[in-house]
């Protein structure tokens, strides 16, 4: 009695099945599918060795991938065998339903012919099953949708060959029992269906290219473009080039309506420039039609925004015909969520949730430049000499202009300025740097403990930011130092707003049911031009220190 019979074996072997082909249909390409039917014999179906050999156009066939062993791999891939001599083998033998098995005792005669093969050594059977090393053993691929051959008919009948799966060496060294036999030919039905997928996937290109030729092309075409198209796992667009309706979408898959939840008829409607997201319309402008790719924000119906990666490439019907864009619309949603997450653990302090030193000195660096602000003179005074200015936008057309210089007069930097009335206010607005530190933050930590310190710090932080206005920065340097960026303001309105931070911060704050105080100082430095951004924290740390020192340690703590 055969083990192979047995329920639980089966049951596992079922499960292998299952898994080898599933991988069948994650290969991206004809080859990768093609590797994978020979990997998922050795890997799935206790074989050690694997072949796979596809019909050529000229009806040969060439052997395109091979699994477990390197040096046999490397002997024959890429090898062709005649389908003269194929026909041969697959009408020699035992037939096993849609397998063919050629016991060694037959298969001498086919040691000379012009099939790519491999020999392995071993010795003779001891037993009746047991396998021998010349014994082979095949797995004809037809394609999907044929009919099945005839119990009285000779296998593969009346139905198209994709290729040949060749097998040897079983694990267990023993002639496949009818599970196996029955598992084996499962498999290599499945492999002619994912190569068939790959093939029509492959084919889609060219397919495109035909879309609008004549009518009766369209015909042949359409279906295998459509189910291509159709049934994609990714979004999938196409859309007019050139004239009046220049990017209206002509055309879009299930998976491009169920990412944006819109239904096919409306998204006719629209252009990608109408679907994306305001601040990624530069981003879609310039993207190339031509193998453009592009990493953007389209919309959903509900108003939420989805991350997608798009590609792009023209297809024309003929040199002088209508040009249309091919769209692959990939959704990368979970991938930008991890990326805007990993920058902003890298630019935000963990415990504060607020921009920490590194994205303060980016934010206040983004401000400043090397060159002291300096008013040029003004058009129609002594000196004034307006310079040539090339029209690059014109002449390119790509809405593009060379930075100008340091010293040019036509610099479009905002320069920031500083206040130099002191503590008078001259109604100049700047960006100020409030530097604060906390007034006995220390003994809070040395009496109750960092886990006190910490909620103190995250309520501080949460009052700081309360106290400012959206466009502000409030960051964290580290320990018990916050910076304030705000920018538009005076001398009165600086002081203002840190006697208003520092109000905020005095009130109790409450943790595990005690309530705890902490005071702050305030030094008001100003961002100019010409100053490093180290310049501008030392002047408002300074400024904070002077401050503190200017109050007693009682006025300075809060209680």
């Given at each position: 009695?055969?083990?192979?019979?047995?329920?639980?074996?089966?049951?596992?072997?079922?499960?292998?099945?299952?898994?080898?082909?599933?991988?069948?249909?994650?290969?991206?390409?004809?080859?990768?599918?093609?590797?994978?039917?020979?990997?998922?014999?050795?890997?799935?179906?206790?074989?050690?060795?694997?072949?796979?050999?596809?019909?050529?156009?000229?009806?040969?066939?060439?052997?395109?991938?091979?699994?477990?062993?390197?040096?046999?791999?490397?002997?024959?891939?890429?090898?062709?065998?005649?389908?003269?001599?194929?026909?041969?083998?697959?009408?020699?033998?035992?037939?096993?339903?849609?397998?063919?098995?050629?016991?060694?005792?037959?298969?001498?005669?086919?040691?000379?012919?012009?099939?790519?093969?491999?020999?392995?050594?071993?010795?003779?059977?001891?037993?009746?099953?047991?396998?021998?090393?010349?014994?082979?053993?095949?797995?004809?691929?037809?394609?999907?949708?044929?009919?099945?051959?005839?119990?009285?008919?000779?296998?593969?009948?009346?139905?198209?060959?994709?290729?040949?799966?060749?097998?040897?060496?079983?694990?267990?060294?023993?002639?496949?029992?009818?599970?196996?036999?029955?598992?084996?030919?499962?498999?290599?039905?499945?492999?002619?269906?994912?190569?068939?997928?790959?093939?029509?996937?492959?084919?889609?290109?060219?397919?495109?290219?035909?879309?609008?030729?004549?009518?009766?092309?369209?015909?042949?075409?359409?279906?295998?473009?459509?189910?291509?198209?159709?049934?994609?796992?990714?979004?999938?667009?196409?859309?007019?080039?050139?004239?009046?309706?220049?990017?209206?979408?002509?055309?879009?898959?299930?998976?491009?309506?169920?990412?944006?939840?819109?239904?096919?008829?409306?998204?006719?409607?629209?252009?990608?420039?109408?679907?994306?997201?305001?601040?990624?319309?530069?981003?879609?402008?310039?993207?190339?039609?031509?193998?453009?790719?592009?990493?953007?924000?389209?919309?959903?119906?509900?108003?939420?925004?989805?991350?997608?990666?798009?590609?792009?490439?023209?297809?024309?019907?003929?040199?002088?015909?209508?040009?249309?864009?091919?769209?692959?619309?990939?959704?990368?949603?979970?991938?930008?969520?991890?990326?805007?997450?990993?920058?902003?653990?890298?630019?935000?302090?963990?415990?504060?949730?607020?921009?920490?030193?590194?994205?303060?000195?980016?934010?206040?660096?983004?401000?400043?430049?090397?060159?002291?602000?300096?008013?040029?003179?003004?058009?129609?005074?002594?000196?004034?000499?307006?310079?040539?200015?090339?029209?690059?936008?014109?002449?390119?057309?790509?809405?593009?202009?060379?930075?100008?210089?340091?010293?040019?007069?036509?610099?479009?930097?905002?320069?920031?300025?500083?206040?130099?009335?002191?503590?008078?206010?001259?109604?100049?607005?700047?960006?100020?740097?409030?530097?604060?530190?906390?007034?006995?933050?220390?003994?809070?930590?040395?009496?109750?403990?960092?886990?006190?310190?910490?909620?103190?710090?995250?309520?501080?932080?949460?009052?700081?930011?309360?106290?400012?206005?959206?466009?502000?920065?409030?960051?964290?340097?580290?320990?018990?130092?916050?910076?304030?960026?705000?920018?538009?303001?005076?001398s009165a309105d600086a002081a203002d707003l840190a006697v208003r931070l520092r109000n905020a911060i005095i009130p109790p704050i409450r943790v595990d049911g005690r309530a705890v105080r902490v005071g702050a100082s305030f030094g008001i430095g100003w961002a100019e031009c010409g100053m490093?951004?180290?310049?501008?924290?030392?002047?408002?740390?300074?400024?904070?220190?002077?401050?503190?020192?200017?109050?007693?340690?009682?006025?300075?703590?809060?209680?």
């Open positions: 009695m055969e083990t192979e019979s047995e329920p639980y074996v089966r049951l596992a072997t079922l499960r292998q099945l299952h898994q080898v082909v599933a991988d069948l249909n994650t290969a991206r390409s004809l080859a990768d599918t093609v590797q994978a039917v020979a990997d998922g014999i050795v890997a799935g179906l206790n074989y050690e060795l694997a072949c796979v050999n596809l019909v050529r156009p000229d009806g040969d066939l060439i052997v395109s991938a091979f699994a477990g062993s390197p040096a046999a791999e490397a002997l024959i891939t890429g090898r062709v065998g005649s389908r003269a001599s194929w026909d041969r083998r697959l009408s020699m033998g035992e037939a096993w339903g849609d397998l063919r098995f050629i016991p060694h005792t037959e298969g001498w005669v086919l040691l000379e012919d012009d099939v790519p093969q491999w020999h392995t050594e071993g010795p003779a059977p001891r037993f009746e099953d047991e396998w021998h090393p010349h014994d082979r053993l095949y797995a004809p691929m037809y394609a999907p949708g044929a009919r099945a051959a005839h119990p009285g008919g000779s296998p593969g009948s009346g139905r198209e060959l994709l290729g040949v799966i060749s097998v040897d060496r079983p694990r267990n060294g023993r002639h496949p029992g009818p599970w196996g036999r029955e598992a084996l030919q499962m498999y290599a039905s499945q492999a002619a269906i994912a190569i068939s997928n790959a093939r029509l996937r492959s084919n889609m290109q060219r397919a495109l290219i035909r879309l609008e030729r004549e009518q009766q092309a369209l015909r042949a075409s359409e279906e295998s473009f459509r189910q291509a198209f159709e049934y994609a796992p990714s979004g999938m667009a196409i859309a007019e080039m050139g004239g009046d309706q220049h990017g209206r979408l002509l055309r879009t898959n299930d998976a491009l309506c169920r990412l944006l939840g819109r239904p096919a008829s409306v998204m006719r409607r629209y252009s990608f420039a109408d679907l994306v997201h305001p601040e990624d319309i530069g981003t879609l402008l310039r993207t190339s039609a031509e193998g453009g790719r592009a990493e953007l924000r389209l919309g959903r119906r509900d108003g939420t925004y989805v991350w997608v990666s798009l590609r792009n490439s023209v297809v024309a019907d003929t040199a002088d015909g209508p040009r249309f864009l091919l769209t692959h619309v990939e959704d990368i949603e979970e991938r930008k969520r991890h990326e805007l997450q990993l920058a902003h653990r890298a630019s935000h302090d963990a415990l504060t949730g607020l921009p920490n030193s590194a994205e303060l000195r980016s934010r206040l660096s983004a401000r400043l430049c090397e060159r002291p602000f300096a008013a040029s003179a003004p058009e129609g005074a002594p000196g004034f000499e307006p310079p040539y200015e090339y029209d690059y936008e014109h002449e390119h057309g790509f809405g593009f202009s060379p930075a100008a210089g340091p010293a040019g007069p036509y610099d479009h930097h905002v320069h920031t300025v500083a206040p130099t009335g002191g503590e008078t206010d001259d109604g100049t607005k700047g960006l100020a740097v409030l530097f604060c530190d906390l007034d006995g933050f220390k003994s809070i930590n040395d009496r109750f403990g960092h886990h006190t310190g910490d909620a103190v710090l995250i309520e501080v932080a949460r009052r700081l930011t309360t106290g400012v206005r959206d466009g502000d920065t409030v960051a964290r340097l580290g320990g018990d130092e916050f910076v304030v960026l705000a920018d538009g303001l005076g490093t951004v180290e310049e501008v924290l030392n002047s408002a740390d300074q400024r904070m220190y002077i401050e503190k020192r200017s109050r007693s340690k009682v006025h300075r703590r809060a209680g």
